[in-house]
């Protein structure tokens, strides 16, 4: 996704760390991606639903957090920022009421603001 690699890089102070009324406020379309439509997502303190453009290289790395949920690296911006590398944020997750969508063409949540 073209929005999250070419986006401003965050920096101390330029966002807020945390949010709790964060939500999705952007969208791009993608074809033949792969996936993951949340029911509960969590991200630096905000929960929300959607669905995220899986990072394909970090695919692998979605794992199970010391508290039950999954965890996915995801391509979404935080507050029109990306991190300082370029594999995306890791979103919490419940696994119950989600699914990881190969193919997918539609609209995925590309950047969580209020």
Known sequence: MSSYRTAP???????????KLAKPTMW??????????VATGKYRR?????TFLVNEVATEK???SE???????VECMWFGHRLKTQDGIQLKYQVEG??????????VVCNLSK
């Open 9 to 19: 890089i965050i920096t101390p102070g330029g966002v807020p760390p945390a949010c």
């Open 46 to 50: 905000a929960v929300f639903s959607g």
């Open 28 to 37: 791009e379309s993608v074809t033949g991606a792969t996936v993951l439509k």
């Open 62 to 64: 979605h794992k199970h």
């Open 67 to 73: 508290d039950g949920w999954r965890i996915a690296i």
């Open 98 to 107: 989600s699914e990881i969508i190969p193919a997918y063409i539609g609209d």
